[in-house]
């Protein structure tokens, strides 16, 4: 998972997750969960290609990706949002079926 600091970071084309996260626990439990999940994702029979990133949640990232919950997951395929989650208590599995599922939209 890549570290960027600004929105204006995130590619425009390809599948892409960002994973919008504090920088203090409990996110950490859900970035590795995230971490787990996006392994399983890349061992996958027919792997996504997806890129992953990871950015901390400033007023000016609340404000640009309109957050409101948090962790949130952001799934854009070519720029465009295709699914978002939020909440802690999701386990690896389900958080590579929801990026999948975002993929695939």
Not at 2 to 16: F, H, L, N, S
Not at 64 to 89: N, Q, W
Request: aromatic residues 12%; neutral net charge.
């Amino acid at each position: 998972m890549i570290d960027i600091t600004e929105p204006i970071q995130i590619p425009a084309e390809g599948k892409v997750a960002v994973f919008v996260i504090f920088d203090t626990a409990p996110c950490r439990k859900f970035i590795n969960y995230a971490n787990t999940a996006i392994g399983r994702i890349l061992e996958a029979k027919e792997p996504t290609g997806g890129s992953y990133f990871k950015i901390i949640n400033t007023p000016p990232v609340k404000e640009a990706l309109r957050i409101s919950l948090m962790p949130t997951c952001i799934v854009y395929v070519d720029g465009e949002e295709k699914k978002r989650f939020t909440g802690h208590f999701w386990s690896e599995f389900e958080i590579a079926n929801k990026i999948s599922e975002g993929f695939n939209k």
